[in-house]
């Protein structure tokens, strides 16, 4: 069974600052998807890591893959206040291809 | 217009009461799904549909019942509402043919209180 972990849960930072977000998972897994949340909104899509050592960046963030251990970061560089929402991430493969397995979210505050 | 419409986007019910959420996509997509999120767990997978006559159970699907009546509508009920049912949930779609990543694409969201 695919499990996935983020860390940390909630991450308060100020603005300016740099930090990376962790996302484990348990199994060997062929995609990982990272998305925002708003408050009371829906989610984002924001990246697909699709193998290993894959990077991706847009603006302020730039997520990573690593499939050996089985590992994805988010890192957050010179954080902005509009940065602030629930990240996730998500694996999907193996015998659960195409569906998702979600970590539990890490709400981001970036303050002045 | 929204891609993926959900509704209704706010209900409250009695326990025992039978619910159902809707789904609406204009999107094409052959692949639609149904989560639920609760604080500090994330989104958990319900059930999800890979075409219009393909329906699999999820992570937690007991209680539950799904409905594709075409491709582009995903219905979602629960039979007999019980107050941990509570919860945010999400219809999402994707479409692996015309995209390789698989991305899956969110609806608005249904707040659902079972008192």
């Known amino acids: 069974e695919l499990k996935v972990e983020q860390n940390p849960l909630f991450l308060s930072m100020q603005e300016g600052k740099n930090y990376t977000i962790y996302c484990n998972y348990s199994?060997?897994?062929?995609?990982l998807y990272w998305y925002r949340q708003d408050p009371g909104k829906s989610l984002e899509s924001l990246f697909v890591?699709?193998?290993?050592?894959a990077v991706k960046q847009e603006g302020r963030l730039m997520a990573s893959l690593d499939t050996k251990a089985r590992l994805s970061t988010l890192h957050i560089t010179a954080a902005v206040h509009d940065l602030s929402a629930t990240y996730f991430c998500a694996a999907a493969g193996g015998t659960s291809y195409g569906k998702l397995t979600f970590g539990q979210g890490t709400i981001l505050t970036v303050h002045p | 217009d929204a891609d993926v419409t959900q509704t209704p986007r706010n209900r409250i019910t009695k326990t025992g009461k039978r619910i159902m959420l809707e789904c609406s996509q204009t999107k094409g997509h052959d692949r639609m799904y149904w989560y639920r999120q609760d604080p500090g767990l994330g989104l958990r997978l319900i059930y999800y549909?890979?075409?219009?006559?393909?329906?699999n159970k999820g992570e937690i699907s007991d209680g539950y019942s799904v409905s594709r009546q075409a491709q582009a509508k995903f219905s979602l009920s629960l039979e007999s509402a019980i107050p941990n049912q509570t919860a945010l949930y999400f219809c999402?779609?994707?479409?692996?043919?015309?995209?390789?990543?698989?991305?899956?694409?969110f609806g608005p969201g249904t707040r659902l209180t079972v008192l």
């Open positions: 549909s890979f075409d219009v006559k393909d329906i």
């Open positions: 890591l699709l193998s290993n050592g």
């Open positions: 199994t060997t897994s062929d995609r």
């Open positions: 999402a779609t994707s479409d692996l043919a015309s995209d390789s990543t698989d991305t899956q694409y």
